[in-house]
Every structure is written in C-alpha cells, then in structure tokens.
C-alpha cells in the first residue's frame, strides 16, 4: 500500500492520522461473507432487520409447468452448443426452489445505515484474518499482482467481503437457483443466460454439478462470479486444468484480478481521499457522474487532511466527489480505482468497504469524520412516497418504485435547493416532513 506515495508524505500522515486520515488504496451488495440479499447502489446494501416483514409473495402462476419450461429451454441450451448428456446430468432431480422466489421477490422496507454496514465490513476479525492471509499468500499474490498489476490489498479485501476468505460461499445449487429464476418469469432472459452459462462451465469440466453451489441469484465461489463473468474472466492460475473458483485460491483471486483489469485498474493509484467541504460548497458537484481532476476539486475549496501531500501525479487524476450520508456525513474524493471495484459490484458503499478494508491492511482506512447517525435511512415505503411528493411539486423523480436512482436524486437536489438547503441529493427525514407539509 501507498506504493505511489513519498516517504516524507508517509511520515507526516502518521503524525497527521488522529485528526484526519487520508484513505489511499493500492489499487462489489451484501456479499456471501454477510448472507444478506443484494443491495441497492444508495445509499447502502438493504438488509431486512428483526421484526420487519418483507414485501414478498412467493406465489406463481406459470402458463406451463417446470417439467414443460424445462422441456422448451432443452433445445435453446442445445442450440447454444451444450450437449444433451451434459443438459440432462445438470437438470436430473431439478426442481423449482421456493426460497429462490421469495429472495427474488423480496422487498425489504428498512435499510441499514452505510456506518453499520463499515461497522460490519470493516470488523477487528476481518481485517486481522485478511493481514494473515496476505502474509499466508505473500508469494501467490506477488505473482497475481505481477500477471495482472491489480493490488493484493484490494484482492484480499474483495476476497474478505465476497465469502470471508472462502468460508461462506452460498449452499445453493447455481442449477436449481438459475432454473428457478428462468422458470418464475420476472427475469427470464437474464436468467436463461446465466443458466446456459453454467451449463457450458459444467460442460467444460471446470466442476461437477452437485458441487457448483453459491448463492440464491447464482453468483458463484470465493469472490462470487455469475456464470458469464466467470466464463469471461476466470482463469487456471494454478495449473490444474480447471478454472476453479470454488477450491483453489489462487484461481478466485487470479480471476478477480483479471477481471479488475480488464475495469481499469491501475496499480499502485489510490482509490481516493477523505477530504473537507468548505462552507457554502455548491453539492449539485457531489454527483457521481460529474468527474474533474483532483486540481479542480481542490481550487474550488476542497481539502486534503492537514499536513499530507498527493501522489506525484494524482493532481490530474479524474475524480468525483462522494457524500455516502449526504452533506453532513464524511466526505471522500473517488478516483479510476474506486470505479472499477463499483464495476465489480455496483455499489458505493460496497466500493467503499472494500477500499478501506484494502487500506485498514496496513494500518490505514479509518474515517475522521463524522457519521450523522441520528439521521437514520428512509424506509422503503418513505422513500415512496418521497418520490409521489417529489413528482407532485414538479420535479419529477420518475416511478415511485423506493429506488433512489439519478432521476430522483436530481429531483430531491431541486426540492433542497428551493428550500435553500445543501442540495446533496440525499433523502432525509427532514426533506419528508417538509414536503408533506408544504
């Protein structure tokens, strides 16, 4: 880590880490490692918490039945060059799974916070089970790093939050899960892809197909891969023959590397900073699909901890502006390197657990700033009708489907803004009771 950074900057770090801390990494949802179902990009991964129920119904009515659907996909699967023996092994006993719906289907009212997820993400046991397995895999990951210029510190992380270095890979049958979903008809084509993509992995000889299990949606092994992702980017790093991302660590982590590559990794680049807002800041910026040079962002006011000193070269560097909690919460400059972890898994928060679990490594990623915890997240149902508030003033947040996606942070950014507030973008409580009273 810090690979890029001068001595001089690292000495003045150490002195200046108790009041602010500058997270640089030397460069994916809840994860396995977590057991929760995926999440959305903002403002953290969803989890249903005890004593809530969520908005599901596992109910199908199906035009056909599995025997009939099965019936019809063999000759696509076919057609896609998958052999009948291969076809009819991989689907003997296969039946729909009713928990696969239901997780499906699941909508969770509440949220949990983006601190309690770091909380979780970043735990003591995590981070010192991933500083021995970077000791442990000194000599593989050197190699990795070698082939594919992708950081260990970042691979370890990934590795970590995925399935906790291996242990917790999903017990489900990638067959029955994938089959499940093709069936159930809300994403049938999706679905159907994934599933002839597992059919060719079996077919290939990488695994058998009792043995490929992962997750409900199908995602797969140590540092959990859907089937086209992994016959895109996994790879035999060790030589066997197989691409095995179930048992051999050095083809999970070799794959994952390949596959931050082929995002645009670059190593030895951090993958941002924390950094201070100056008063009256203009937060339409904060946005994650407006990027300037880290020059720009610094001569309109923004600041790097007390003290430090940017890479040689990281002047240039294109970077957005990151609020995961809005304007009263920490703030951070995102470069290249943190738009590829968001690749691996389209989340900040997951973007940002991984960026400081690579950091907390050796001894860095701890935030200065402060999290507004009193400020807890919109519901599901708040966040509804959040939207129908907004599309009745005029700012059209588009469908009010609990999903805060652009149109309905633009729509929340003209609410704060004719309310004179930050206009962060970011859905409170406070904006809720003010629209509802207007």
Known sequence: ???????????RQLIAASSFILLVACAE?????????LAPAQPAPVVTLPGTTPDVSTEIQPLQTFAQWQADFRPQALQAGIAPDTFDRAFLGITPDMDVIKADRSQPEFTRPVWEYLE????PLRVRNGKKLLEQHADLLTL???????????????????????????NKSVIRSLATLAYEGRRPQFAQDQLI?????????????EAMRGS?????????????????HAVDFDGDGRRDIWNSTADALAS???YLQSSGWKRGQPWGFEVQVPPGFDYWQADGSLRKPVSDWLALGVKLPAGTQLPVGSNQLSAALLLPAGARGPAFLVLDNFRAILKYNNSSSYALAVSLLGDRFTGWGFIAGSWPKEDLPLSRSERMELQNLLNSKGHEAGNPDGIIGANTRKAIRNAQQGLGWPADGYPTHKLLESLRQQ
């Open 256 to 258: 994952t590397a390949h």
């Open 1 to 11: 880590m810090l690979l890029s950074l001068l001595p001089r900057w690292k000495t």
């Open 29 to 37: 949802k809840p994860t396995a490692a977590d057991a929760l179902p």
């Open 144 to 170: 990795i790093e070698q082939r594919y210029g992708v950081d260990r510190q970042v691979l370890v992380a990934v590795w970590g939050m995925e399935s906790n270095f291996g242990q917790f890979q999903g």
């Open 120 to 123: 979780g993400a970043l735990s």
């Open 216 to 232: 409900w949606a199908g995602a797969m092994g140590q540092t959990q891969f859907i089937p086209t992702t992994y016959n895109t």
């Open 197 to 209: 993509a597992a059919l060719q992995i079996i077919q290939h000889g990488d695994i058998q197909p």
